[in-house]
Structures are given as C-alpha cells and as structure tokens.
C-alpha cells in the first residue's frame, strides 16, 4: 500500500524551530519528486515547498524562504521540513505529498494525513 | 504571484452537473490540476493535467482548460461529492511557482 506518514508537529513557541518528517512507503521513493502543503485551521490549502527526486530542485513558497529548509533522504525513504524562527501564522495542519513525476510541476497524486504544528506563546 | 480565483460555493441538486471553475491569466498555457477534500480528511487528486483521471476516480469528473478559465465538471452530482474543490497549477516564471486556487464548496441540495 502506498502510504505517507507525517509526524513531529507539536505546539511550539515563536521563534522556535521544529523539524517534520515524512515517511513514505509502498513505492520507489526516489523515482518522485515531494512537497510540504499545509492548511490552516479552517483555511485553504497552501504550498510550502517541493523538492525533485535528486535534490536537484527546489522551491520555497514566499512566506517560508529564508526560514524553512526542504531535504530528503532517499537511502531512508524520508522527506523532511526544517522550520526556524516559526511565527503564529505558521500555524497549520502540514501535509506530505508525493508528485506523479520525478520533477515539481506535476500533479499530487497521494498525500499523508498531516501532523498539525501551533505556534503560540 | 500567480493568482488562481475560484467561485467560494456551487450548489447543485443531486443528479445534475456542477461547474467549479478556475479563474487565471492565460491559464490555458497551464496545466491545472484538481482536488477533493472532505471534512477531517486529507485532498484526493481527482483531475490531473488539465483532463485526465487518476485510477479509481469516477468518469463522472472531468476537466477542461482554456483562455482564462479552467472547469471542473462533475456530472450526475452524487450526496457524497459534497466537499471543497482546489485547482492548482505550476507558473515556472514565477518566484513561488506552486499556487492553489482558494477553494470551492460545493453542496449538494
């Protein structure tokens, strides 16, 4: 079964870091390409970054560069989302998802349940 | 950025066909993909690539994608497609390339 599961979200003060990660099973994971989309709470969905199946390949969403660092570990079968200096407005349900290709522009074809991560004092 | 704008509700009886479109600038060079999300649920691909369906989605769904506007039909409407509705695409000659439309909600009567 092709699977992804999220987990270290948490609730976190701002200016804080937090690490997430995403396993993925079920398929040859460094055949595609990932991405980290979160949705706040009651909101709509936004992208956060995506990474190609090589590493070859990034991007950041305007809100996030500077401050989050997309990685994968292949040999693992992971994805990983580092978050400095989170803000309130940071706070979301993250998902995982995996892209039908190798490279960023393609299509979600399955996402993980999400780990939630609430920025607050 | 690029800027998806979507309709916020569609309502439709059941057994009738319902369109969510998908507002952008020359978004017929895109292509744009679509997505369901439930209530406490995760999104599900449903139309990909402007028109094609992912297995195990119903035939009922379908996309087309043209000038400014890009449509999501969901034909003979059913209680259980009762859910948000997202499209997407990916403008390489922006700095944040990924971007969602705002999402529709699409209730069935």
């Known amino acids: 079964e092709v699977q992804l599961v999220e987990s270290g979200g948490g609730l976190v003060q701002p200016g804080r870091s937090l690490r997430l990660s995403c396993a993925a099973s079920g398929f040859t994971f460094d055949d595609y390409a990932m991405h980290w989309v979160r949705q706040a709470p009651g909101k709509g969905l936004e992208w956060v970054s995506g990474?190609?199946?090589?590493?070859?390949?990034?991007g950041y969403a305007d809100s996030v560069k500077g401050r989050f660092t997309i990685s994968r570990d292949n040999a693992k079968n992971s994805l990983y989302l580092q978050m400095n200096s989170l803000r309130a407005e940071d706070t979301a349900l993250y998902y995982c998802?995996?892209?039908?290709?190798?490279?960023?522009?393609?299509?979600?074809?399955?996402w993980g349940q999400g780990t939630m991560v609430t920025v607050s004092s | 950025s690029y800027v998806l704008t979507q309709p916020p509700s569609v309502s439709v009886a059941p057994g009738q066909t319902a369109r969510i479109t998908c507002g952008g600038n020359?978004?017929?060079?895109?292509?744009v993909h679509w997505y369901q999300q439930k209530p406490g649920q995760a999104p599900v691909l449903v139309v990909y690539?402007?028109?094609d369906r992912p297995s195990g989605i119903p035939e009922r769904f379908s996309g087309s994608n043209s000038g400014n506007t890009a449509t999501l039909t969901i034909s003979r409407v059913e209680a259980g497609d009762e859910a948000d509705y997202y499209c997407q695409v990916w403008d390489s000659s922006s700095d944040h390339p990924l971007v969602f439309g705002g999402g529709t909600k699409l209730t069935v009567l």
């Open positions: 990474i190609s199946w090589n590493s070859g390949s990034i």
């Open positions: 690539d402007d028109s």
């Open positions: 998802a995996k892209c039908g290709r190798r490279f960023l522009e393609s299509a979600f074809d399955i």
């Open positions: 020359n978004i017929g060079s895109k292509s």
